[in-house]
């Protein structure tokens, strides 16, 4: 499974991607809102960071104005992703792009039904948000377990892109049901690293380490 960040934070991009950790980038609006600076000058950074596909969200609601910002945003770098919101309008904008070779991402995907058409229309991938669902006491994942069938039914090219992850866990549910790709904040990356086994086991070898050094006065 792929692993993407949520974010348009350069330090938290710069941090995880040094590690190998990351595929690619998925930003929006809200995103972009929380960092200091020209948002377009981070878009352009995060492009020019990162080698794998990053997502880049328009913020116009119709059909034409949705397709002049996606060849202002395919400027950026060869590896922009469109964000298109799933509306009619956004669906429309996403055949024509998809005839240009431009890819798209699908986004604010709350049903299975929806991940369908953006398949149909020709999106690269769709984005079911499954921690809103959550949040309003609904299983976000059975959405995810719907859409992997149904494109694997019909064996669509579309990847199924989960987003909206609020813990660790939800990583490991999408990962056997079998979904392409996760994009996380940073945050939650940075918690699948970590296990309270991992540091007490290694707290251990540095106190035995220092206490065979000092016997034998070992330097190497
Ligand atoms: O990429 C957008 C999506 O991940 C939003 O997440 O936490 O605002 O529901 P959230």
Known sequence: MKIFLDTANIESIR???????????TTNPTLL???????????????????????????GI???GMIEEAHRLTKFGPNV???????????????????EGIKTNVTL????NQALLAAK????????????????GHDGMVIIKE???????????????????RHPVHVVEAAKIGAHIVTLPPEILGKMMLHPLT?????????DWEKITKQYQVTF
């Open 199 to 207: 540091e007490k086991g290694l707290n251990s070898f540095l106190s």
């Open 147 to 165: 859409i992997v069938q149904i494109f694997a039914n019909y064996k669509f090219d579309t990847e199924v892109l989960v987003a909206s992850v």
């Open 109 to 112: 995907i709350f049903s299975s």
């Open 15 to 25: 941090r995880y991607n040094d590690m190998g950790a990351v595929d690619g980038v």
């Open 62 to 64: 119709e059909t034409d």
């Open 121 to 136: 229309a020709g999106a690269s991938y769709v984005s079911p948000f499954i921690g809103r669902f959550d949040d309003i």
């Open 81 to 99: 992703v469109v964000k298109i919101p799933m509306i009619p309008e956004g669906l429309k904008a996403v055949r024509q792009l998809r005839e």
């Open 33 to 59: 809102s929380k960092e200091k600076g020209h948002p377009a000058e981070i878009m352009r950074e995060i492009t020019k960071l990162i080698k794998g596909p990053v997502s880049l969200e328009v913020v």
